[in-house]
């Protein structure tokens, strides 16, 4: 059994990656990853954002990615694995300082963009991330693509591992996600999200809106009526 936080699907947000976040949608989520530093995020948003997250009850995840803040950390690069290793324990290492006057915990860690895919379909990624995430961190909970390497390597470190799944993306004929720039890779109809929930209904633990999205606080709150719909439990 990966699931690592109760029994139900749980709805997750990145955030402190843009300069206005809606607290509203923040405040729909069960976790909250913030940007440390590699694609987004400084001292002053990662404080925000874990002030938001404590003041809303979420839980508290690191959300690391390759160090390119041009690119958002949209863009794939060939980082060796050591490299990869150190970039991403700074980056959870700089959360941690943030977190830890304030009394937080981070429980869980998910990679962003380029990074988050390279993880799943690279078992050296998987782990060169995973290792430095929990350099800094110790032991968390790893949050990513169901099947996927960083599944695989979580579950022979017997780490907690919460598949995800996304409310706002399509995906294409393999199961991963089609790039944002693609036609029609971007949801933004509630309607049509709570319909991409419902088929991912027992094949994942979290559910993701993204901030960015366009009407992303009308897809978290049918995201949000959904999970709590008695046929979800």
């Known amino acids: 059994m990966r699931r690592a936080v109760g029994d139900r699907v749980?709805?997750?947000?990145?955030?402190?990656?843009?300069?206005?976040?809606?607290d509203e949608l923040l405040g729909l989520a069960d976790l909250l990853h913030?940007?440390?530093g590699g694609h987004a995020g400084d001292e002053g948003s990662m404080r925000r954002a874990m002030r938001r997250a404590l003041?809303?009850?979420?839980?508290?995840?690191?959300?690391?990615s390759h160090v390119d803040r041009e690119g958002f950390?949209?863009?794939a690069l060939d980082v060796a694995p050591a490299t990869l290793r150190r970039q991403v324990r700074a980056q959870c290492e700089a959360l941690r300082a943030i977190a830890e006057?304030?009394?937080?915990?981070?429980t869980h860690v998910k990679l962003h963009g380029a990074l988050y895919h390279a993880a799943t379909s690279d078992g050296a990624v998987a782990a060169a991330t995973s290792d430095g995430a929990i350099e800094a961190l110790g032991?968390?909970?790893?949050?990513?693509?169901?099947?996927?390497?960083?599944?695989?390597?979580?579950?022979?470190?017997?780490?907690?591992?919460?598949?995800?799944?996304?409310?706002?993306?399509?995906?294409?004929?393999?199961?991963?996600?089609?790039?944002?720039?693609?036609?029609?890779?971007?949801?933004?109809?509630?309607g049509e999200a709570r319909d991409i929930v419902r088929a991912l209904r027992g094949r994942v633990d979290t559910i993701c809106v993204h901030a960015d999205t366009p009407r992303a606080l009308e897809i978290a709150r049918a995201v949000r009526e959904e999970l709590c719909a008695p046929s979800a439990r």
């Open 101 to 106: 006057p304030q009394g937080a915990a981070i």
């Open 73 to 75: 950390g949209r863009r």
């Open 55 to 64: 003041g809303h009850g979420a839980r508290i995840g690191a959300h690391p």
């Open 139 to 190: 032991q968390v909970t790893l949050v990513g693509a169901p099947g996927g390497e960083l599944e695989v390597w979580a579950s022979r470190q017997g780490l907690p591992f919460l598949a995800e799944g996304f409310a706002d993306r399509r995906t294409g004929p393999d199961g991963r996600l089609l790039p944002r720039a693609a036609p029609g890779a971007v949801v933004g109809d509630p």
């Open 10 to 22: 749980l709805l997750n947000v990145d955030c402190g990656e843009l300069p206005e976040e809606d």
């Open 34 to 36: 913030i940007a440390c």
